[in-house]
């Protein structure tokens, strides 16, 4: 009979328990007006079916600022200061293998993307300080490399924030655009 009492009790626990859980309004963020999106290169590596042996290289994890009308570099994004290379937390790119850019050789690990938009050129810089809110705390101490690259003009104008990857013969380059510019960051391994 006690064990009966016992069991009856435990339930009647569980039950109320159970019932405050699903009558409790948990308080979701709202959906972030810059989706957060992944790129990987090669750019299938995480789609891979059953007997597909290819293995991610670069994995670049980035927010998605919109132009929304709006004027973006030199404007929004001004000439000559340090920018997230995307929006939300500073963008981060992760090496599965050593890799080289600019000449430097970079070892695998997870680092951050910033860059320097001026009108005709970018530094793109790759940072060892991840983890972080934008620009606000960068600390050009932690800085692996900064490498100059040149602004490509694009005839139509790019709404979100986009990084993509395309083949090289030893390694691949990591492509951003937004709104009507291109710069492009070769990286070999």
Same mark, same amino acid.
């Given at each position: 009979?006690? @064990?009966?009492?016992?069991?009856?009790?435990?339930?009647?626990?569980?039950?109320? /328990?159970?019932?405050?859980?699903?009558?409790?309004?948990?308080?979701? $963020?709202? $959906?972030?007006? !810059?989706? $957060?999106? =992944?790129?990987?290169?090669?750019?299938? +590596? +995480?789609?891979?079916?059953?007997?597909?042996?290819?293995?991610?290289?670069?994995?670049? =994890?980035?927010?998605?600022?919109?132009? /929304?009308?709006?004027?973006?570099?030199? =404007?929004?994004?001004?000439?000559?200061?340090?920018?997230?290379? *995307?929006?939300?937390?500073? &963008?981060?790119?992760?090496?599965?293998?050593?890799?080289?850019? *600019?000449?430097? /050789?970079?070892?695998?690990?997870?680092? !951050?993307?910033?860059?320097?938009? @001026?009108?005709?050129?970018?530094?793109?810089?790759?940072?060892?300080?991840?983890?972080?809110?934008? +620009?606000?705390?960068?600390?050009? !101490?932690?800085?692996?490399?900064?490498?100059?690259?040149?602004?490509?003009? %694009? &005839?139509?104008?790019?709404?979100?924030?986009?990084?993509?990857?395309?083949? %090289?013969?030893?390694?691949?380059?990591?492509?951003? $655009?937004?709104?009507?510019?291109?710069?492009?960051?070769?990286?070999?391994?």
């Amino acid at each position: 009979m006690r @064990n009966v009492l016992i069991l009856v009790f435990a339930f009647l626990c569980f039950g109320v /328990k159970a019932q405050e859980v699903t009558n409790n309004e948990v308080k979701f $963020a709202i $959906a972030d007006p !810059s989706p $957060a999106d =992944v790129v990987y290169f090669p750019l299938n +590596a +995480a789609k891979v079916k059953v007997g597909d042996a290819t293995k991610p290289i670069i994995k670049v =994890v980035y927010s998605r600022p919109q132009k /929304k009308g709006r004027d973006i570099f030199g =404007v929004l994004e001004q000439y000559g200061k340090v920018w997230r290379f *995307g929006a939300n937390e500073s &963008t981060e790119i992760h090496f599965f293998e050593k890799v080289t850019i *600019g000449g430097k /050789k970079i070892k695998a690990g997870v680092y !951050s993307l910033f860059a320097i938009p @001026n009108k005709d050129t970018w530094t793109i810089i790759v940072n060892k300080q991840t983890d972080r809110w934008g +620009a606000f705390t960068y600390d050009e !101490s932690k800085d692996v490399i900064r490498l100059n690259v040149p602004v490509k003009p %694009l &005839t139509k104008s790019v709404e979100y924030f986009s990084i993509t990857f395309t083949p %090289l013969d030893k390694g691949a380059t990591l492509i951003a $655009a937004w709104d009507k510019i291109q710069v492009e960051l070769p990286i070999t391994f």
